[in-house]
């Protein structure tokens, strides 16, 4: 009450048929109808711009606001990570209005308070809303939750059904098909993803960094798939994207540079053929993505990506089989992450140059190698190496 009216920022916009439209502001002069105003209400003043009469109301109010706090939040106030501003509601929210003449009143939040200008971007947890109530901000904190399921979760849910998944994006790898690791944030339990048309082809895999980073914490739609070829892929479990517009749309980038590596403390160390043999276990039951570290290993050249790996003395390739499929160490197949003379470097003669490594004169190293086994094709058991420092230098003691 007492203060004069302000047209300053009010216009009239006029939209045409042909796609166009004209703003003009309002002035005092264009008032038609101005109520009389005697007490704290709304109030509805009408305004003629020479041939249209227009209305809007004003809120009049008993004092100037000293503050205005949140006294009760909307009945929901979590929210899961696919809502949005469309899909909140806050019903039961309340504010308390603090008048400078002392008196006060409770007030209810409605969604026309919300300048979305002024608030947070969205993303998974808080978001700070900007509401202005008789042109007095205040805050609204909304949490967004991630209820994607984890990898584990994902790996022990119903094979063919569609969920969101969440976890961190880790190395590409190429074992008979392109895929992408997902790592859980929390551990070094993955699953792959197959089908999301970024990583390029098995035998070139390149992650197309316009889309996602390696580090990405992401949620993603996935259906559960379980490999029935045979071979090195048996009873594989992974998440399968269907294409890339169907990834990229169901895509949220959770936050980025995350550490995408994985914990090599807890490899299982294999020095053995016997050893070799229990760690793959069961054709059924192969422990995919499970992390080893070999010891006195010996690899001869195969292709020149990678290298057949066996431990005793053979004279045929067939002595480095299992289950009827080649083991091999193979190198990501991407130069992006490791180079053919890089992985050369750790061995006593190349194991990606035809006709210098073989099974009866093979490649010896004295490093310990850790990898990661996952899969492969229909002749092929995969343990792949992730970077060059999954090769490490023995301990020397004096």
């Not at 704290?40 to 003629?48: D, F, K, L, R, V």
């Not at 503050?67 to 469309?86: A, C, G, L, Q, W």
């Not at 990834?247 to 995350?258: A, G, K």
């Amino acid at each position: 009450m007492g203060d004069e009216l302000n047209f300053e920022g009010s216009t009239i916009t006029y939209n045409y048929d042909i796609r166009s439209s004209v703003t003009v502001d309002v002035t005092s002069d264009m008032v038609k109808n101005m109520p009389v105003i005697e007490t704290a209400g709304n109030y509805t003043i009408t305004i003629n711009d020479g041939a249209t009469d227009f209305t809007f109301e004003i809120q009049v109010l008993a004092s100037k606001i000293k503050s205005i706090e949140v006294s009760t939040m909307p009945t929901k106030s979590t929210y899961n990570h696919r809502d949005s501003f469309e899909t909140l509601d806050v019903s039961g929210g309340q504010i308390l209005v603090a008048y400078e003449n002392g008196s006060s009143e409770y007030v209810d939040i409605t969604k026309e308070m919300f300048n979305l200008e002024e608030s947070d971007e969205w993303r998974i947890g808080t978001v700070n809303y900007a509401l202005y109530y008789a042109g007095t901000k205040f805050i609204l904190p909304i949490v967004y939750e991630n209820t994607a399921l984890t990898i584990s979760e994902f790996k022990s849910a119903t094979i063919g059904e569609t969920y969101d998944v969440t976890g961190i994006v880790s190395y590409p790898v190429g074992t008979g098909s392109a895929e992408l690791i997902l790592k859980d944030k929390n551990s070094n339990e993955s699953v792959s993803i197959m089908n999301l048309g970024i990583i390029g082809t098995y035998t070139d895999i390149k992650l197309d960094t316009t889309v996602i980073n390696l580090g990405d914490e992401i949620i993603t739609r996935l259906t559960l798939g379980k490999s029935t070829s045979t071979g090195g892929n048996v009873n594989k479990l992974y998440g399968n994207a269907t294409d890339k517009v169907t990834f990229v749309n169901n895509l949220i980038i959770v936050s980025q540079n995350n550490e995408y590596g994985f914990d090599l403390s807890t490899a299982t160390t294999i020095s053995s053929t016997t050893e070799l043999q229990n760690f793959l276990g069961a054709k059924t039951e192969r422990p995919y993505f499970e992390i080893v570290k070999f010891v006195g290993v010996k690899v001869s050249y195969y292709t020149g990506r990678y290298g057949l790996l066996f431990f005793d003395n053979i004279t045929a390739a067939s002595g480095a089989k299992y289950d009827n499929c080649f083991v091999v160490l193979d190198r990501t197949t991407t130069l992006e992450y490791m180079t053919a003379n890089q992985l050369n470097s750790y061995f006593s003669m190349s194991i990606t140059t035809k006709n210098l490594a073989t099974v009866t004169a093979p490649a010896t190293t004295e490093y310990e190698i850790y990898a990661m086994f996952t899969g492969g094709s229909g002749s092929y058991l995969n343990f792949v190496i992730l970077g060059t420092d999954w090769f490490v230098a023995p301990t020397v003691t004096e």
